[in-house]
Nanobody, 123 residues
């Protein structure tokens, strides 16, 4: 069983930066695939970034966001730079255990989710 807790959200001006953290319980977390998703008002939940042994990003955040993980601390990070108002959303981390084929951008592929953290970018 894996539990995820996001933190680091807040209010920032356009062009600023935030670093989100996703801290996990679970002895095998280092073997899990982890994704970051976001959901803005009146929009569907959308994929942001993914990490396992490699990384993958949505086109909308490439060059601005960086996903990383510290397995010793059971934590995955999302460094967000050059933030734009359209980045405003609730950000969630999600985890998937090893095994099977899956699409990393699809929310339903992930069994474990955090509670979300609000990111608001002002113009």
């Amino acid at each position: 069983q894996v539990q995820l807790v996001e933190s680091g959200g807040g209010l920032v001006q356009a062009g600023g930066s935030l670093r989100l953290s996703c801290q996990a319980s679970g002895r095998s977390f280092s073997t899990y695939a982890v994704g970051w998703f976001r959901q803005a008002p009146e929009k569907e939940r959308e994929f942001v970034a993914f990490i396992r042994w490699g990384t993958y990003y949505a086109d909308s955040v490439k060059g601005r966001f960086t996903i990383s993980r510290d397995n010793a601390e059971n934590t995955v990070y999302l460094q967000m730079n050059s933030l734009k108002p359209e980045d405003t959303a609730v950000y969630y981390c999600a985890a998937r255990r090893l095994g099977g084929n899956y699409s990393v951008t699809v929310p339903d592929e992930y069994a474990y989710w955090g509670q979300g953290t609000q990111v608001t970018v002002s113009s």
